[in-house]
């Protein structure tokens, strides 16, 4: 199917959403302020998008309080609130060319990884929490014979939900899910580059029945929507996934507010460890590949540090660089891509400044280094791999968010183990080896949430996600992304 389609014809007829979807509709934003949005893989405008501020928010917010109060969610039986959410998944695979579109178009991502993983681990995601609404159960705790003690889960109330740019369906059916599961009321803000397909998700989840009010969308920008978010005494919960800067200033406006519970899936500095006795130089340089160049390098968890014993050093570099050519930038809405364009001129520009950093902090090009298809206007950057870095370069300290790998050569185990570990970060990392004992010594030894053997960027929705340090914390995926959306209460009976 996504081969027999014409995308470029396809995308100058698709409907781009860009008005704030509050109560159940889409309507008109408070102080008619827009901002634009623009397709990176050309640069040319594809319209003005409502930016919500402080009224709108609060519109939105107290939209999603009243029908919390009123019960029409959070107090619906769990399997007629599993039907809904099992209806709203349906709904987004049914309109799977939509919303791949209009995230290629908003992004830059590949139409075929928007089509056959964004759009289905999406739907995925909603229908795994669907399902787990009805089976997840309290707990009767163990207290003196005349009392009977019943432990309870109850949804904290009114959510937001803010979200990044680079896998923008992905990290709102991660939030949604969970929070509409446990019975919650969501106002969800989309990253302004990417707003399409979340207001696409409210139009959606009306037609799947949730009642209105219980799923509102306010596009803006970050310091004005996101910010009255954050501060709004009247949100209960704020779940975030983006930059660390942005996550330590949520943090702040918890304390300045009503100290609303925050969740935090923040930046990444990933360590790809490849120990002297890995035994499938061909699998490892696979997987140091994708594990940096896939989505254009523009992942949280992406595997920017290569650290990489001295005795194999030169020939996993050669192994990487040949799989760094699968991933040249081409036309997002080709099916054949694999690697589209950064999301902005501004992210292109950021990431060209690493790569010049890097460069006059002697770090040698391997390959790479440039801005690609000028010719287009949109922006691209060449698959990048630098040599003879230092752990203490920027190139190797901070999150550059493109594809830029950072290779780092060190002499045995336990120096591996000390640079992974030396970072801010902690979200991710991966070690390869043909040894039993390295393997579990190596898993124990990283200081991450998330830890890969032989493999990268492995992911199951029954497997909690969330990291370490300034990379955050609360859990996203699994039963455990349930726990910041609900208040635990214990109720003591006499008798």
Known sequence: MLQTIDWHARAKSVRLPNRPFIDGQYVDSVSNETFPCVYPGDGRLLTQVASCNEADVDKAVRSAR??????????MAPADRRRILLRFSELILANREELALLETLNVGKPIANAFNGDVVGAANCIAWYAEAIDKVYGE???????????????????????????????????????????????????????????????????????????????????HIAGKALGLHMDVDCVGFTGSTEVGKYFMQYSGQSNIKRIGLELGG?????????????????????????????????????????????????????????????????????????????EQMDRVLGYIDAGRAEGATTLIGGSRVRTETGGFYIEPTIFDRVRNDMKIAREEIFGPVLSAITVKGFDEAMEVANDTV????????????KNAHRA?????????????????????????????????????????????????????
């Not at 109060?69 to 107090?75: K, L, P, Q, T």
């Not at 970060?425 to 039993?436: C, D, I, P």
């Open 66 to 75: 009243k029908a919390f109060n009123a019960g029409v969610w959070s107090r």
């Open 140 to 222: 009767v705790a163990a207290t003196a014979h005349e009392m009977t003690t019943l432990v309870v889960r109850e949804p904290v109330g009114v959510v937001a939900a803010v979200v990044p740019w680079n896998y923008p369906m992905s990290m709102a059916a991660w939030k949604l899910g969970p929070a509409l599961a446990t019975g919650n009321s969501v106002v969800l803000k989309p990253a302004e580059q990417s707003p399409f397909t979340a207001l696409k998700f409210g139009e959606l989840a009306i037609e799947a029945g949730l009642p209105a009010g219980v799923l509102n969308v306010v596009p803006g920008l970050g």
């Open 269 to 345: 500095k990933s360590p790809q460890v490849v120990l002297a006795d890995c035994d499938d130089l061909d699998a490892a340089a696979a997987g140091v590949a994708a594990g940096i160049f896939a989505n254009t390098g523009q992942v949280c968890n992406a595997g920017s540090r290569l650290i990489v014993d001295e005795k194999i050093r030169d020939t996993l570099f050669e192994k990487i660089t040949a799989q760094a050519k699968s991933f040249l930038p081409g036309d997002p809405l080709d099916a054949a891509t694999r690697m589209g364009s950064l999301v902005t001129q």
């Open 425 to 436: 970060y902690g979200l991710a990392g991966a070690v390869w080896t043909g040894s039993v």
């Open 443 to 495: 898993a124990k030894a990283i200081k991450a949430g998330v830890v890969w053997v032989n493999c990268f960027d492995r992911g199951s929705m029954a497997v909690p996600f969330g990291g370490f340090k300034q990379s955050g914390f609360g859990r996203d995926k699994s039963l455990h992304a349930m726990d910041k959306y609900t208040d635990l209460k214990a109720m003591w009976f006499a008798h």
